[in-house]
């Protein structure tokens, strides 16, 4: 009796585990610099818990750390592979996997694809397109991509990514944000930039 409540529990685990959706959030370059206390002369503190939360509130299961100063974003990536691997070999569907990236931590986001080559895997790419990843012709995409950028930033479009020639993108989607922060808003627990990754997360991809 009590070795088949045992099973029951953990195949009722397990199935939680494989319906669950878990959201990868990677932070941007100046936290990994700066640290949680950290305070940017122009775009204040980085509101890390509470963008993990805005998540979490939405019933996302939320993987993120605060990387070390200094930390390869290639290396990470493959760090962050292996992790997104790991589930799906536990059962978890790809599609209820999304890499959420913001500036650095969207360029790792993007490696992170490229390593994967998964079309099912979700991936939102925030501020985090520009020359120096454009450069790189390594870099390819695979799954379903939504960008998020800010007019009055200098990182902007991710088109010519999208566009590169080897990319399998499942599906892409672009969205532009006119918040007048400049490169301060992915620094924000902001309802414009998460709310629609949340529901593309939630594969609400229209």
Request: with cysteine.
């Amino acid at each position: 009796m009590k070795t088949a409540t045992l099973l029951l529990c953990f195949i009722a685990l397990t199935l939680q585990t494989q319906a669950q959706r878990y959201v990868f959030f990677l932070h941007n370059m100046f936290l990994e610099d700066a640290g949680l206390k950290g305070v940017h002369p122009e775009y204040g503190k980085v509101e890390y818990k509470a963008i993990l939360d805005s998540f979490r509130n939405r019933g996302f299961v939320v993987i993120s750390a605060v990387r070390p100063k200094g930390t390869d974003g290639a290396a990470y990536a493959q760090k962050t592979a292996k992790k997104v691997d790991s589930l799906i070999k536990k059962g978890v569907k790809p599609g209820n996997i999304t890499v959420i990236g913001t500036s650095k931590g969207g360029y790792i986001a993007q490696y992170t694809s490229n390593i994967l080559k998964n079309d099912k895997v979700n991936y939102v790419f925030i501020g985090s397109c520009g020359e120096y990843l454009e450069e790189e012709p390594d870099v390819k995409w695979y799954g379903n991509v939504l960008s998020i950028y800010e007019k009055t930033d200098m990182w902007l479009s991710c088109e010519k990514m999208k566009n590169r020639q080897g990319n399998q993108v499942t599906r892409y989607k672009e969205i532009e944000l006119n918040t007048g922060l400049k490169h301060g808003y992915l620094y924000k627990a902001m309802p414009q930039w998460i709310e629609p990754a949340a529901k593309w997360a939630q594969q609400e991809y229209k």
